[in-house]
């Protein structure tokens, strides 16, 4: 049985990261896979010093906090999903805090082109990211897709799915009916035929959240 993990970026509970995310779960639940979501919140995750002392040991000298373990569930999954909040063109702070103590998991060499990191653990070998933003347009999510593909490539691993899901700026948007998003829309002055419009959008999220879950289950 394949195991999955799902790391959740947004603070806001119910927001649109953590129903699409838990869209993913089912998917993934619905084709055999074991699937744990965590929510980067509610970890305590020290912010990373610089020290770089895991380049001698090979793991991260900072204790007391949710890393280790965290680190040893992650690197025992077959694939993982990152779903984050653009948060002014990037994830959200507590999503990078969690990143950055990867870190610790790379041996990175120099060389005259450029850093070759190397996985010092078994990573996920699927991953598949979502990022949700407020903006009708993707570019505000570029770099972050942009980052996790190299993330990909670092832990030579393969993308299964990816996707930004635009024009969601309030909470529980993406799960709204029909009816909720026609009653909203009108109270902020935006036309039924709008709301109609986003609607479809975001049942195509929600569907494309569900087939990624799948594809990240599957061997
Ligand atoms: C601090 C902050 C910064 C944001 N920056 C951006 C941004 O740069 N571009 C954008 O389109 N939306 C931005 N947003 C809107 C969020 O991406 C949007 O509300 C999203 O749905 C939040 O996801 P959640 O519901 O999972 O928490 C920002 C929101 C916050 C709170």
């Given amino acids: 049985m394949s195991r999955v993990i799902i790391v959740i970026g947004s603070p806001r ?3 649109n990261s953590d129903i699409l995310g838990r869209r993913l779960a089912r998917g993934a639940r619905d084709a055999g896979a074991e699937v744990e979501i965590v929510y980067a ?19 991260c000298v900072l204790r007391n906090d ?3 373990a965290f680190a ?6 077959d694939a993982a999903a990152f779903v984050t909040p653009i948060y002014f063109h990037w994830m959200t702070s507590h999503l990078k805090a969690l990143i950055d103590r990867f870190r610790s998991l790379m041996r990175v060499q120099i060389r005259p082109d450029g850093l070759v990191h190397t996985p010092t653990s078994k990573m996920p070998r699927r991953c598949a990211y979502i990022s949700v933003l407020g903006s009708p347009r993707e570019d ?7 980052f996790f593909r190299y993330v990909t490539e670092m832990w030579r691993g393969e993308v299964v799915g990816e996707m930004i899901a635009a024009k969601l700026a309030l909470r ?3 799960g709204m009916s029909g009816e909720e998003l026609a009653g909203m829309f009108a109270k902020m002055g935006l036309g039924a035929d709008l709301a109609k419009s ?6 195509d999220y929600l569907r ?3 087939e990624m879950g799948r594809a990240l289950a599957v061997d």
């Fill in 13 to 15: 509970a119910e927001g």
């Fill in 41 to 59: 919140a509610d970890l305590n995750i020290k912010h990373c010093t610089g020290c770089l002392r895991c380049n001698l040991v090979e793991k």
């Fill in 66 to 68: 949710d890393w280790a």
């Fill in 72 to 77: 040893e569930k992650f690197t025992a999954c």
């Fill in 140 to 146: 505000d999510a570029l770099p972050v897709m942009r």
């Fill in 172 to 174: 529980k948007q993406v």
């Fill in 198 to 203: 986003y609607h479809e959008t975001y049942q």
């Fill in 208 to 210: 494309r959240a569900y």
